[in-house]
């Protein structure tokens, strides 16, 4: 048996938002070995979506330590000689800081002794397929959560001549939860709701006003919107319209509700989910729950509702008015990963496990990160995503980047929480009024 199969494993998570930090956590947690510990130390990338303390709770993952960090601050700490080594590192990252991490830790590292690195996708993968793909090119785990993803994923890789055997299905680390047994009392219906799909205020008062009519024709139901963040905070996309603003000043019926907290939670009793197309869909189909992917704003990859063609959950809210219970395809569930908790989930990770440990075992230091994009293949494109975390061309970090040797002090930490306040006020108060000053 091969000694990273029982030995206790170091595992380091970069996160840029709550949702990413969820998923690289829960990601780590799945990878490590049947019978082996892991230490989980956490670094929150600082930006405008790094999670809250609140968010972190709701989250409900915890790490043995957990900071927030530049990327320069982190890419010095993964260079300490003096730290204990990491065993394997998680990059739960927008691509672009997949891809700048990618080239300042082959900097730091040049062909020295270094961890597994591993990256991939939060959900559903519906937009931005071969540009996220090949910004994230270069770990040497890229995580497939379905059949089809890995498929496309490998797809792309290999159409531009890049490496594809990085390329490695799992499943979503956060399915789960008891099958759906049948219907509570009071019925529920949950709206799960998304910061930034539909991203104009007409389509989200059309949504608002549906699910609130919705309560009103079933006053026998317990109506439910589901929201991700308070107002003020951000998770992995920017939400310039929170429907927390939208309800005031509206009436809805008793049997209506906002909630917050763990989704997995809500889906307890949970007996239909209503999205457009978050990726709480695929938590309640692999939960057996009943669910819709609204058509009412139509059938669009803008909005996302299209990877679900096929699937037998797509439907309108006249229908759902009138009692409709989707279907849903078990071939389809099946080449998305979703397992409708079949015992075939808890091997999801395995092709992974075994993965990570060939390399670990590997004789030798792991060879130097070689990422698809360089100065060389992208001399237009890649400067300046490294350079918008404050690294050169070559991965260095640049002259005046932010020291790593100290935490700011208490002065610079008010002046950082204002400014923060400030771009999120600017995101959801100023811009919208600027963009509806355009269409005039």
């Known amino acids: 048996m091969p000694a990273s199969a029982t030995k206790s494993l170091r595992v380091a998570v970069l996160a840029d938002s709550d949702t990413r930090w969820k998923w690289g956590a829960l990601t780590a947690q799945r990878l490590t070995p049947a019978g082996a510990g892991v230490r989980l130390d956490g670094y929150l990338l600082r930006g405008r979506a790094t999670p809250t303390a609140r968010q972190l709770q709701e989250v409900g993952v915890r790490a043995d330590s957990l900071s927030e960090v530049t990327g320069v601050q982190f890419l010095r700490a993964m260079s300490d000689s003096t730290r204990e080594p990491y065993d394997v590192l998680v990059l739960a990252l927008v691509g672009g800081g997949v891809q700048a991490?990618?080239?300042?830790?082959?900097?730091?590292?040049?062909?020295?002794?270094?961890?597994?690195?591993?990256?991939?996708?939060?959900?559903?993968?519906?937009?931005?397929?071969?540009?996220?793909?090949?910004?994230?090119?270069?770990?040497?785990?890229?995580?497939?959560?379905?059949?089809?993803?890995?498929?496309?994923?490998?797809?792309?890789?290999?159409?531009?001549?890049?490496?594809?055997?990085?390329?490695?299905?799992?499943?979503?680390?956060?399915?789960?939860?008891?099958?759906?047994?049948?219907?509570?009392?009071?019925?529920?219906?949950?709206?799960?709701?998304q910061p930034s799909v539909p991203d104009n205020r007409r389509d989200r008062a059309y949504l608002l006003n549906r699910l609130i009519e919705h309560a009103r024709l079933h006053p026998g139901r317990e109506v439910l919107l589901k929201l991700r963040s308070k107002p003020g905070e951000h998770t992995t996309h920017i939400e310039e319209l929170p429907y927390q603003k939208l309800v005031q000043g509206m009436t809805p019926p008793?049997?209506?509700?906002?909630?917050?907290?763990?989704?997995?939670?809500?889906?307890?009793?949970?007996?239909?989910?209503?999205?457009?197309?978050?990726?709480?869909?695929?938590?309640?189909?692999?939960?057996?729950?009943?669910?819709?992917?609204?058509?009412?704003?139509g059938v669009r990859e803008v909005l996302g509702n299209h990877h679900f063609t096929g699937s037998g959950c797509l439907a309108s809210w006249d229908q759902l008015d009138a009692g409709h219970r989707p279907a849903a395809d078990p071939r389809w569930l099946a080449r998305q990963g979703v397992c409708a908790g079949e015992a075939s989930y808890g091997t999801a990770f395995d092709a992974a496990r075994a993965r990570i440990a060939r390399l670990l075992d590997r004789p030798g230091h792991l060879p130097p990160l070689n990422p698809y994009y360089t100065p060389e293949t992208a001399p237009g494109y890649l400067p300046g995503i490294l350079a918008r975390h404050h690294l050169g061309p070559d991965g260095a970090p640049l002259p005046g980047a932010p020291a790593a040797d100290r935490e700011p002090g208490p002065v610079r930490q008010i002046v950082r929480r204002a400014a923060r306040g400030a771009y999120r006020h600017g995101v959801q108060r100023v811009a919208p009024v600027i963009r509806r000053m355009g269409e005039l």
Do not use: Q
């Open 101 to 193: 991490m990618l080239h300042g830790l082959r900097n730091a590292w040049g062909s020295g002794s270094r961890p597994v690195v591993v990256t991939g996708y939060v959900g559903v993968v519906y937009e931005k397929l071969a540009d996220g793909l090949l910004l994230r090119h270069g770990a040497d785990l890229v995580l497939a959560n379905s059949a089809d993803d890995a498929d496309r994923f490998r797809a792309v890789y290999e159409g531009v001549g890049a490496d594809a055997s990085a390329v490695t299905e799992v499943a979503l680390p956060f399915l789960g939860g008891e099958p759906y047994a049948g219907e509570h009392d009071p019925y529920t219906v949950v709206f799960a709701a």
């Open 254 to 297: 008793a049997n209506f509700r906002l909630v917050y907290g763990h989704m997995g939670e809500v889906l307890d009793r949970t007996d239909l989910l209503v999205t457009v197309s978050s990726t709480a869909a695929l938590e309640a189909l692999h939960r057996r729950i009943p669910t819709v992917v609204l058509t009412d704003l």
